[in-house]
C-alpha cells in the first residue's frame, strides 16, 4: 500500500507561480512512476506530467509543456510540481498518483489505467 498527500496548492495570480509536493510512504520501493493529472469542474481529468522513480524519463501533457517541471527526491519519498506562467486555465484540482504496475513502455505511464494509488487533491486556483 502506498499512501500519497498533496501539498503546496492555493490562489495565485495568472503569470505567477506554485510548487505542488506529494510526499509518499507505504510500499515507495515498489513504486515505477508517479504523476500529477488535474481535473478542472465539469472536466474529465487530465494528465499534467509523469517522472519514473529513478527520474530518468519525464512527460509533460502539451498544455503544460515548457511552463510546468516535475522532479523528485527520492530520500524524502515527495514528488514536486513547480508551475510557472499560471494560467486561469490551468484552475484545477491537482491529483498525485503512484503506480506499481510495471509498464512494457515508459511512455504508458502517462495513461490515468496505469496509476493504481491516487492522493486526495489539493485545489489550485488562478485569478485572471
Known amino acids: 500500500q502506498v499512501q500519497l498527500v498533496e501539498s503546496g496548492g492555493g490562489l495565485v495570480q495568472a503569470g505567477g507561480s506554485l510548487r505542488l509536493s506529494c510526499a509518499a510512504s507505504?510500499?515507495?520501493?515498489?513504486?515505477?512512476?508517479m504523476a500529477w493529472f488535474r481535473q478542472a469542474p465539469g472536466k474529465e481529468r487530465e494528465f499534467v506530467a509523469a517522472?519514473?522513480?529513478?527520474?530518468?524519463?519525464?512527460y509533460y501533457g502539451t498544455s503544460v509543456k515548457g511552463r510546468f517541471t516535475i522532479s523528485r527526491d527520492n530520500a524524502k519519498n515527495t514528488v514536486y510540481l513547480q508551475m510557472n506562467s499560471l494560467k486561469p486555465e490551468d484552475t484545477a484540482v491537482y491529483y498525485c498518483?503512484?503506480?506499481?504496475?510495471?509498464?512494457?513502455?515508459?511512455?504508458?505511464?502517462?495513461?490515468?489505467?496505469?496509476?493504481?494509488?491516487w492522493g486526495p487533491g489539493t485545489q489550485v486556483t488562478v485569478s485572471s
Open positions: 498518483a503512484a503506480s506499481t504496475v510495471r509498464r512494457p513502455y515508459y511512455s504508458h505511464y502517462v495513461r490515468e489505467d496505469s496509476y493504481n494509488y
Open positions: 507505504g510500499g515507495t520501493f515498489s513504486v515505477y512512476a
Open positions: 517522472i519514473t522513480w529513478s527520474g530518468s524519463n519525464t
